[in-house]
T-cell receptor
């Protein structure tokens, strides 16, 4: 069974500092990996996804993530945090197993930006 | 409107009430989903519909009853809920679901439900 672990339920960074949100996954087959962001009182919005090909994936709002198979990781980064990045971030894995394309989500990481 | 919309945005109901949550997608997608988001827990997939047929039911209690009358609309009928059912209920849609589809899911803003 697939699973996702997000280390750190809360992360605080100063405005302008590097953002690093950690995600490790467990999957029996090569996975598709996703990062979603949830702003207060809103639904989830796709930031980026990895399916195949280049392991460094660029998303919206300056975020990127790198798929590292050897480490079973898909950490999310942004070089310089902005106040508008304050939100909850969810990592998700989808097993590429025909007939069972379910998203399994992590518990989320709440990102706080310190002025 | 564009994207995925959900109504109502907030709902308070007693344990003996019957209510329904509505989801509508304006993306031309063929698959729709209901998720439950509880505090400090991962999102839980409840139901998946593809081309108006249910393809997934993750052992959800029968007090939750989904309905998909067409590919643009999805309902979640609620009756005799329990306080532990209080959560944010999210609807999502994707181009397809099932064999061969690994499509991005687009989420609505959710309905925050409180059961008293």
């Amino acid at each position: 069974a697939q699973s996702v672990t997000q280390l750190g339920s809360h992360v605080s960074v100063s405005e302008g500092a590097l953002v690093l949100l950690r995600c490790n996954y467990s999957s029996s087959v090569p996975p598709y990996l996703f990062w979603y962001v949830q702003y207060p009182n809103q639904g989830l919005q796709l930031l980026l996804k990895y399916t195949t090909g280049a392991t460094l994936v660029k998303g919206i709002n300056g975020f990127e993530a790198e798929f590292k198979k050897s480490e079973t990781s898909f950490h999310l980064t942004k070089p310089s945090a902005h106040m508008s990045d304050a939100a909850e971030y969810f990592c998700a894995v989808m097993d590429v197993n025909f007939g069972n394309e379910k998203l399994t989500f992590g518990t989320g990481t709440r990102l706080t930006i310190i002025p | 409107e564009t994207g995925v919309t959900q109504t109502p945005r907030h709902l308070v109901m007693g344990m003996t009430n019957k209510k329904s949550l509505k989801c509508e997608q304006h993306l031309g997608h063929n698959a729709m989903y209901w998720y439950k988001q509880s505090a400090k827990k991962p999102l839980e997939l409840m139901f998946v519909y593809s081309l108006e047929e249910r393809v997934e039911n993750n052992s959800v209690p029968s007090r939750f009853s989904p309905e998909c009358p067409n590919s643009s609309h999805l309902f979640l009928h609620l009756h005799t809920l329990q306080p532990e059912d209080s959560a944010l209920y999210l609807c999502a849609s994707s181009q397809g679901a099932g064999v061969g589809y690994q499509e991005t899911q687009y989420f609505g803003p959710g309905t925050r439900l409180l059961v008293l």
